[in-house]
């Protein structure tokens, strides 16, 4: 029977149901990220998974707010910055979610992972809103549907891949960040469905007036997915997109800006506010490290350009 999950707790520092060596490994991961964020925590991932070798098999549960926990593997490389408590993950995105607490809309979670967004967005302290987490990899949807049920089935789970168009495709990679079905299809993985944005509206999961986040977190099929949401991005919707760091073509930003009719936005950490992006020269400031990723916005609504131009000036007047 496995043991129950180690319990942290993001606001108190508590940990609870740790024995004396995770207890100790736990100080040990949230130094390493306290000292790794000053160069983009590189080789933090491959540190706290040799340290995971050495600790038993069980999961923690973070409690990330009042109403949303997070469960994983104890020790995983990629999610145990969290517990480093000044750590935060992914600011922009948290920045966007947290102003948008009063407007009705729903997430799309593309590449959910084990859940992150969908646990926090569909809690009440970010409004408690509709999300639907999409992940293709068997082993990654398993934690995700955990992290569903850990917080009373309170969003849905879909067990695919997003593309162009439906289909299947062979899912390949070593990471469970960063698992994809952009390499070779001949590649070791599993073989998963595949759908495309706009196959949701006409599957009825989602309709044609709502308001859309989508995050497209889809490690180097970001293009396919935009071609495959052409309806759906003309809709009152965001799709937020991650631009890796060594991709010095900015080609996700670049595809945005000259084949679509999204305008294209940016958080600049520079001006703190989020700019919309006219020539792609100010991603070559934003994107300092290169073994990062860095999210774009793209949004063809009024509605949402208004809100984020709210955003801004909220951002000035606290800083003035």
């Known amino acids: 029977m496995a043991q129950a999950p180690i319990q942290f707790d993001r606001a108190s520092g508590a940990l609870v149901?740790?024995?004396?060596?995770?207890?100790?490994?736990?100080?040990?991961?949230?130094?390493?990220?306290?000292?790794?964020?000053?160069?983009?925590?590189?080789?933090?991932?491959?540190?706290?998974n040799l340290l995971r070798k050495t600790l038993p098999e069980r999961n923690i549960a973070i409690k990330l707010n009042s109403d949303a926990v997070f469960e994983f593997p104890y020790g995983d490389g990629y999610w145990s910055k969290l517990l480093n408590r000044s750590?935060?993950?992914?600011?922009?995105?948290?920045?966007?979610?947290?102003?948008?607490?009063?407007?009705?809309?729903?997430?799309i979670d593309c590449g959910a992972n084990y859940g992150y967004w969908s646990v926090l967005v569909s809690s009440a302290p970010f409004g408690s809103h509709r999300a639907i987490a999409i992940e293709p990899s068997s082993d990654n949807f398993e934690k995700l549907t955990n992290n569903a049920s850990v917080n009373g089935n309170r969003f849905e789970c879909m067990r695919c891949a997003i593309g162009s168009q439906r289909g299947t495709a062979r899912l390949s990679g070593t990471k469970h960040e960063k698992f994809s079905i952009a390499?070779?299809?001949?590649?070791?993985?599993?073989?998963?469905?595949?759908?495309?944005?706009?196959?949701?509206?006409?599957?009825?999961?989602?309709?044609?007036?709502?308001?859309?986040?989508?995050?497209?977190?889809?490690?180097?099929?970001?293009?396919?997915?935009?071609?495959?949401?052409?309806?759906?991005?003309?809709?009152d919707s965001v799709i937020i997109c991650e631009e890796h760091g060594?991709?010095?073509?900015?080609?996700?930003?670049?595809?945005?800006?000259?084949?679509?009719?999204?305008?294209?936005?940016?958080?600049?950490?520079?001006?703190?506010?989020?700019?919309?992006?006219?020539?792609?020269?100010?991603?070559?400031?934003?994107?300092?490290?290169?073994?990062?990723?860095?999210?774009?916005?793209?949004?063809?609504?009024?509605?949402?350009?208004?809100?984020?131009?709210?955003?801004?000036?909220?951002?000035?007047?606290?800083?003035?």
């Open 17 to 48: 149901g740790a024995n004396l060596w995770e207890r100790t490994a736990a100080l040990a991961l949230a130094t390493g990220s306290k000292i790794s964020s000053h160069f983009s925590h590189r080789g933090y991932i491959g540190c706290a």
């Open 87 to 107: 750590y935060n993950y992914e600011d922009e995105l948290e920045l966007l979610f947290r102003d948008s607490v009063s407007v009705d809309y729903t997430l």
């Open 183 to 235: 390499g070779n299809p001949s590649e070791r993985g599993e073989e998963v469905p595949v759908i495309a944005l706009d196959d949701m509206l006409d599957d009825g999961r989602i309709a044609a007036g709502g308001k859309y986040l989508i995050k497209l977190d889809v490690e180097g099929v970001e293009i396919e997915a935009i071609k495959g949401g052409t309806r759906l991005l003309q809709s």
């Open 246 to 320: 060594s991709d010095r073509a900015h080609s996700v930003s670049r595809y945005i800006l000259e084949h679509t009719p999204l305008k294209l936005i940016v958080y600049d950490p520079q001006s703190n506010r989020m700019e919309t992006v006219k020539e792609l020269s100010i991603l070559d400031r934003i994107k300092a490290s290169t073994h990062v990723g860095y999210n774009v916005f793209g949004t063809a609504s009024a509605f949402w350009q208004d809100r984020i131009d709210v955003l801004n000036a909220k951002i000035a007047r606290r800083t003035q």
